[in-house]
């Protein structure tokens, strides 16, 4: 009995032929079928929402039924949704007022002098007392009561991460930004605005209401208030003044249009080691794209003729179905990986990494459980002998990936450095919500191309047998780490900067 049970051991412990037979079931064929499916016009750009992004979503479950992976989503289906709200701001009934100070007042109105920063508010009317907040937010030292309550006008530009968590937890009333922009853009502006248009799903709805005013409206006010607008702006240090009792009032009136939600795909392969099945390699990849060419498009999607379908077939057709080949491959494994793993396909990149922080702050495990992000974000076009890995540096993932690559010479495939860091492409794709949470991430990325958001993004154009081979090298990353005695390991700088400082 302990011969045979010895016998039966052996002959389920994982072989380098084994992970290489596994991996090889990736091929060409069922890539170019799967993006074929996906990309069709019939899938109509997989807009978030629209009907055709369920459609995908769904196929891409019921691939993961197929194979026996476990369903993450919600109630024990494959399937996690998010709300979507699509609202409009009612301009006729929206209107700004300063009542008080040296300068008697001023009205502002809607869309000729101001414009709502986003529509993230609750109709209502919110008012307080004007304070000027001039320098880097960087070295704010404001006393919370200074500017608790108040209107704030802040003339630094408009703040964002760390800058914008800054100013809300101050917990103003309001905040008021300035803007020079030229007639030509102001036009673009407000025929967007004059839209309904969807809520970011990642933020809360509530005040402070923010208000961008164009400079040549309030520049009357700020000077009668004793503001000299272009010093403030230009101002080196942090200061918060009152302006002589002045108030301003909003009253912001939104209308909901329609409420919608929008669809993540989440799958899971148990792991083969007791304890280290605890933790989990995430496998990602947006599956929307900007729909069809017009109003409600986005991107900068133009038609061409009569084609007005912006497939997406690379972004990110290429990296849904390197996701979903990458699960067949691993549920074809026996014995399994040690770790387990999440095959994760999300909705909403397109509009702001919607899914994926959605996800990210709604995990299907833990969040600290999950030891690494191998996002996959365009794969199958431009060169064939070479992938670009964003986000070497900042892991030994890095280290990890490069030894991988070099075991496999077969694959002719070398990860190199991001070559575009101008570009912040780190910052602009689903991985960033995992490592903003302190998951060491790669982001695997072919670059763009002439089609990059257009209707020629089309399945055609797709190397099939380059990404099969890019999909192979990132299955045996994967392998590599769901079976390291190690859990990958950040550079502690880019720790401090990525996350702690974040």
């Not at 020079?180 to 673009?188: N, V």
């Not at 403030?232 to 108030?247: D, E, I, M, N, R």
């Not at 494994?333 to 999440?342: A, G």
Request: net charge neutral; hydrophobic share 40%.
């Amino acid at each position: 009995m302990v011969a045979l049970l010895l016998l039966s051991t052996a002959l389920l412990t994982q072989t380098p032929a084994s992970v290489r037979r596994a991996a090889q079931t990736i091929s060409p064929g069922d890539i170019r079928r799967r993006i074929g499916v996906i990309a069709d016009d019939s899938m109509r750009g997989r807009d978030t929402p629209s009907p055709e992004l369920d459609k995908v979503a769904q196929y891409i479950a019921r691939e993961y039924g197929r194979l026996g992976l476990k369903p993450g989503g919600d109630r024990g289906t494959f399937i996690q949704r998010y709300s979507l709200d699509r609202v409009k701001i009612v301009a006729e009934s929206s209107a700004a007022f300063v009542h008080g100070g040296p300068g008697g007042g001023a009205t502002f109105k809607y869309a000729t002098d101001f414009v709502f920063a986003d529509n993230m508010f609750e109709s209502g009317d919110y008012a307080g007392d004007l304070v000027l907040v001039a320098g880097p937010l960087r070295t704010a030292t404001a006393d919370t009561a200074a500017v608790a309550g108040k209107m704030v006008l802040l003339v630094g530009g408009r703040p964002r991460g760390p800058d914008r968590e800054r100013v809300l937890g101050w917990k103003p009333a309001g905040v008021i930004l300035v803007t020079g922009a030229p007639d030509s853009i102001w036009s673009q502006v407000m025929t967007r605005n004059n839209r309904a248009q969807l809520r970011d799903p990642s933020r809360r709805v509530g005040g402070p209401v923010t208000l961008i005013v164009r400079s040549a409206s309030i520049l009357p006010v700020a000077t009668a208030l004793g503001v000299d607008l272009s010093a403030a702006q230009s101002a080196a240090t942090f200061q918060v003044t009152p302006l002589s009792g002045a108030q301003l009032h909003a009253h912001a009136r939104i209308d909901p249009v329609e409420r919608n939600s929008a669809p993540n795909v989440v799958a899971i392969l148990e792991g083969s080691d007791p304890t280290l099945k605890n933790e989990y390699v995430v496998f990602s990849a947006h599956m929307d794209h900007v729909g069809v060419a017009g109003p409600r498009g986005s991107g900068g999607c133009r038609a061409q003729g009569a084609d007005s379908i912006c497939n997406g077939a690379d972004d990110d057709g290429s990296g849904t179905v390197a996701v979903v080949e990458i699960a067949a491959a691993f549920a074809g494994m026996n014995p399994r990986p040690k770790r387990s793993i999440i095959f994760l396909n999300v909705s909403g990149e397109e509009k702001g990494l919607w899914g994926s922080e959605y996800f990210s702050d709604h995990p299907a495990v833990p969040i600290n459980s999950i030891v690494a992000d191998l996002n996959i974000d365009m794969i199958g076009r431009n060169w064939k002998d070479t992938i670009v890995a964003i986000g070497k540096e900042h892991s030994d993932l890095g280290a990890t990936l490069n030894r991988v690559g070099a075991a496999h010479p077969e694959l002719n495939m070398r990860p190199i450095d991001d070559i575009w860091p101008q570009e912040n492409f780190y910052f602009r794709s689903d991985h960033y919500n995992f490592a903003r949470k302190g998951v060491p991430i790669l982001f695997f990325f072919n670059g763009t191309h002439p089609d990059y958001h257009q209707v020629s993004d089309s399945p055609d154009k797709i190397d099939a047998e380059k990404e099969s081979r890019v999909a192979q090298l990132i299955f045996y990353l994967g392998v590599d780490v769901a079976n390291a005695a190690e859990r990958p390991k950040w550079n502690p700088d880019s720790y401090k900067r990525i996350v702690s400082d974040n």
